[in-house]
């Protein structure tokens, strides 16, 4: 069975930085698409960006461009956001997530003060 687990979150202040970790084990991650999601309480998950199997095509939310970079270690079966120039509404839960297998990681939360 496929796991996602997370790692990384934590506080920060504004204009600061984190990367966050996801480790897959359970399934063949080198063939799959992987992305980055958000959630704040009382919001809908959104997304924040995705990576294909081989790192050769990323999309990022608008509201991240330029800030945050998804990146993949497959030989590591590892996803990551590196977050820079943090913003307080960047304040999130942040969940990882296989988009061939549908799964989702449990959740590391990210709080930036101002």
């Known amino acids: 069975q496929a796991q996602l687990v997370e790692s990384g979150g934590g506080l920060v202040q504004a204009g600061g930085s984190l990367r966050l970790s996801c480790v897959a084990s359970?399934?063949?991650?080198?063939?799959?698409?992987m992305a980055w999601y958000r959630q704040s309480p009382g919001n809908q998950r959104e997304f924040v960006a995705s990576m294909s199997p081989d790192g050769s095509s990323v999309r990022y939310a608008d509201s991240v461009k330029g800030r945050f970079t998804i990146s993949r270690d497959n030989a590591r079966n590892a996803v990551y956001l590196q977050m820079n120039s943090l913003k307080p509404e960047d304040t999130n839960i942040y969940y990882c997530?296989?988009?061939?297998?549908?799964?989702w990681g449990q959740g590391t939360q990210v709080t930036v003060s101002s």
């Open positions: 359970g399934s063949r991650f080198s063939t799959h698409y």
């Open positions: 997530r296989d988009l061939d297998l549908l799964v």
